[in-house]
């Protein structure tokens, strides 16, 4: 659908939005726990400074924290 916001500076700007399903508090909380489990994991393997270790870690540290977001900020999205 179009969405329509009118802002003081910009005047009304319209934008896409599409309908979308959020995940629900169990399956975020399952991913938050795989997430935190793998970050351990790689944190205690002996190759844990190389490049792929490091960004494995990087990306299931962002994976956690949206996981986490959709666990305390489910309120948010409901409202939009």
């Known amino acids: 659908g179009i969405r ?31 997430s935190l489990g793998v970050i351990i994991l790689l944190a205690c393997l002996p190759w844990k400074g190389r490049p792929l270790a490091i960004y494995l870690i990087l990306c299931s540290a962002i994976h956690l924290i949206n996981s986490l977001w959709f666990v305390f900020g489910e309120n948010i999205f409901r409202i939009l």
């Open 4 to 34: 329509s916001e009118t802002y003081p500076l910009f005047g009304k700007i319209s934008y896409l939005s599409a309908e979308t399903v959020y995940p629900g508090i169990q399956i975020s909380l399952i991913n938050a726990g795989i």
